[in-house]
């Protein structure tokens, strides 16, 4: 890994860039390949692509970053482990739901977006009055992990057990 890292703060820009752009198209075909094989899987086994979308397909988009976030506990940096985690569950959503909204057209039933809106809305919150009430300044784990990992369950806990309530209403 060390001459990874040389070669790439000496290499020439072109050089980065053949190596983006191949590692783009990469991704993209091995991400063709990876749905093609998921939606197989999902036929051959009589099983909804949804199941097959909701297992397989999201533990494997989610090892990357797993990884990533591994990688930088183990070096120390568990602001950054938690900053990736934070941001990846936001910008998935965000990006998900965008290319879903412009690909396929549909309607809103504000009884079923209501709840689920507010649930997020109250998420969010929940996070900056966690921040405010104790008083931090900046978002640091050093030391409080077990308090956040504590507050994290019970936090998701609540959500679904307000998520079913709100369902069965």
């Known amino acids: 890994m060390e001459f990874l890292g040389s070669f790439f703060t000496t290499a020439p820009v072109w050089v980065t860039a053949l190596f983006f752009i191949i590692g783009l198209a990469l991704i993209i075909k091995g991400g063709d390949w990876f749905v093609d094989s998921a939606s197989w899987i999902a036929e051959v086994l009589g099983v909804p692509k949804f199941v097959i979308g909701a297992t397989i397909v999201s ?4 090892l990357p970053e797993m990884i990533v976030s591994i990688a930088a506990t183990v070096k120390g940096n568990v602001d950054m482990a938690a900053g990736n985690a934070i941001g990846s569950v936001t910008a998935n959503t965000a990006m998900i739901m965008a290319v879903f909204i412009v690909c396929m057209p549909f ?3 504000r009884k079923e977006f209501a709840p689920k809106g507010t649930l997020m809305f109250c998420a969010a919150a929940g996070l900056v009055a966690g921040c405010i009430f104790t008083q931090k300044s900046k978002m640091t784990f050093e030391g409080e992990t077990n308090d956040y990992y504590s507050l994290a369950t ?3 806990i609540i959500l679904i057990v307000i998520s079913q309530i709100c369902t069965i209403i």
Do not use: R
């Not at 533990?59 to 989610?62: G, L, N, Q």
């Open 59 to 62: 533990i494997a988009t989610t």
């Open 107 to 109: 309607t809103v039933d």
């Open 154 to 156: 019970y936090g998701t």
